[in-house]
C-alpha cells in the first residue's frame, strides 16, 4: 500500500512564498496525473492544481498565475511553488492521485497572516 507524504508548509506573511513537496512512501509507485488539495476551516476539500504524468497542467481560477506544479518522477516527488500568498489561501495541503487515489496523508498546514 503506498503512501503519500506532504512537507514544506509554515506560516509566511500575505504576498510570501512557500514550496510544498509530497513524495510516496511504501511501494514505489509512478501515478498518471497527481494533484495538490486544500481543505480550509468550516471548508470542502478542493483541487488546486494538478500534473499528468507528460506534464499536462491545471490550475483552479483562485490560484492561477500565483502557483505551479511540478513533479520528478524518478523520485515519486510532487511540487507545489505558491508565490503571492494571500489570506485566503489558508488550509491544509494535501497530493493524491486525481484518478487512482490512494489514502490521504496527514497534509501540511499553510497559514497565512500578517
Known amino acids: 500500500q503506498v503512501q503519500l507524504v506532504e512537507s514544506g508548509g509554515g506560516l509566511v506573511q500575505p504576498g510570501g512564498s512557500l514550496r510544498l513537496s509530497c513524495a510516496a512512501s511504501g511501494r514505489n509507485v509512478n501515478y498518471d496525473t497527481m494533484g495538490w488539495y486544500r481543505q480550509a476551516p468550516g471548508r470542502q476539500r478542493e483541487l488546486v492544481a494538478r500534473i499528468s504524468i507528460v506534464g499536462s497542467t491545471y490550475y483552479a481560477d483562485s490560484v492561477k498565475d500565483r502557483f505551479t506544479i511540478s513533479r520528478d518522477n524518478a523520485k515519486n516527488t510532487v511540487y507545489l511553488q505558491m508565490n503571492s500568498l494571500k489570506p485566503e489561501d489558508t488550509a491544509v495541503y494535501y497530493c493524491?492521485?486525481?484518478?487512482?487515489?490512494?489514502?490521504w496523508g496527514q497534509g501540511t498546514q499553510v497559514t497565512v497572516s500578517s
Open positions: 493524491n492521485s486525481v484518478f487512482q487515489p490512494v489514502s
